[in-house]
């Protein structure tokens, strides 16, 4: 046992460093921003169907996950990776771990486009040899200034005050410190060389900036800006020996196949439709079942945003979101019998909104039911509307959402628990339905 109540180093998994799992190796390729072109989802759609079993997961960091990979499979998946300009730099592959807020650049309710700032953060990190020492689960986020980005508690944030100014965040917190967007990526590398700096002086493990003793003050005090910023208090800012650990470890433990530290309330991601008081470009958020496309969705949408990609669309034409959905830019009216008739989610009140779950049997060994397929059977029977649902392959129950969910957990008898009730899988949309 580590100071810090841990029993194993970090294992994040990246596409050479992968997890096994119950089905064979799961891979996670980091997509800064959440941001993919056409092309580049037909490589990993295909990557995804002739390496491993044929789906991609996406995951509440807003990255992609390919499952039930076979032995020597990665080697051919890092090659495909690098040449699609999926895997730039294979020593701080697992380190690449930036969000920033999906609709940014497409409506009005963003302060500023931080997606390109979100690219020059990638390119600033991985031209820096020693943050490839980050931990897996350190967290950088760019937030536009709607606060979609909140719940994520990244270590080293900016969120944007105005047009003209952002602000600096660290461990979720606001720091009082303001700066010219432009600066923010030089800025957010900084603190994280003051994140590993200020770890080696403390003899720390710490994964998260919060895990260090004062670890806000510590950085701003390093980047000499202590005297510009008004810290505010977080309570349990400093994560004491053993405290707060097991959620972290949870996350990438048993469940790998969601990435679930900040957990994701609803009302932060962007539900399925048009996105409104958009910009000019038609973009709309499309809704995936569980996180999990197959070949064929993502093919569909490949095609879409693909046409418009091939006009010489300057936007980011595909980003994944938190919520596990894809926002699409260039999409036609006509587009959308195609999206909806290959199983995606184009409708705000799908009985799907709001449903999530673990990845159960058979990708993991502990799971004691096959969720994803239980739900993917009884859902569309729904009438929509209900509140957030989890369903979970066992107590762990990784990748819950934030904020209130009803509890669907399978039992080793059979059938499920919902919020505690006993029910046969059949019986669980009632469950859901009186709460
Ligand atoms: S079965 Fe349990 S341990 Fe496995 S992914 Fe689901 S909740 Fe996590």
Redesign the pocket.
Known sequence: MTPLGRTEPDRCPGVLAVHEAADGGLARVRLPGGVLSAQQLRVLAAAAVELGDGHLELTSRANVQIRALRPGAPVELSERLYAAGLLPSISHERVRNILASPLSGLDTHGRYDVLPLARDLDRLLCARPALAELPGRFLFALDDGRGDLASAKADVAVRMVDSQLAELLLAGAPTGVLLPPEQAPDLMVAAAEAFLAERAQQQSEAWRLAELLNGPQRVLARLGLQEQAALQHVPGEHLAAGAGTAQAVEACE??P??EGEGRVPRAAVPRAGWVQDGVGVGAFVVGVPLGVLDGEQAAVIAGVAGGWESLGASEAVLRVTRGRGVVVVGVAEEDLTQLAGCGLVVEAESAWNGVTS???RP??G???GD?RGDARRVVPGWSGGQKAVHW????????KPGGEFVDVVALASGGYSVDGVAMTVDEVGDGVRVQ
């Open positions: 048993g469940g196949a969601l673990c990845a159960g990708g993991c502990k799971a004691l969720v979970s392959g066992c107590e762990r129950r990784c990748g």
